[in-house]
């Protein structure tokens, strides 16, 4: 099992931007993707975006492509999504997680998840 932590949420203004970080550690395992996914209280955690660990492939949900940008530093075991052109709607805990497939778009392909990190974008 992987150790996933997120950060770099906060409290921004829509049209805003804001880094987030995931750092990986703990147990090595086969990994091939790291995903982000998004929850707002009492809806579905939603994908978001997802990077391969083994070539540059990403994958995107409709309501984030061509404004967030997902990338790795696999030298520092860290994986980023850049969100731009922030919206309201954007507004959820964030979650980083760890598949061994890629692509892979629903919650139940990956095994390790991160605790969340808050974003909130104010109208």
């Known amino acids: 099992q992987v150790r996933l932590v997120e950060s770099g949420g906060g409290l921004v203004q829509a049209g805003a931007s804001l880094r987030l970080s995931c750092a990986a550690s703990?147990?090595?395992?086969?990994?091939?993707?790291m995903g982000w996914f998004r929850q707002s209280p009492g809806k579905e955690r939603d994908f978001v975006a997802v990077i391969s660990w083994v070539d540059d492939n990403t994958y995107y949900s409709d309501s984030v492509k061509g404004r967030f940008t997902v990338s790795r530093d696999n030298a520092k075991n860290t994986v980023y999504l850049q969100m731009n052109s922030l919206k309201p709607e954007d507004t959820a805990v964030y979650y980083c997680a760890a598949a061994e497939v890629f692509p892979s778009t629903t919650s139940r392909m990956y095994s390790s998840w991160g605790q969340g990190t808050q974003v909130t974008v104010a109208s």
């Open positions: 703990g147990r090595t395992f086969s990994r091939y993707a």
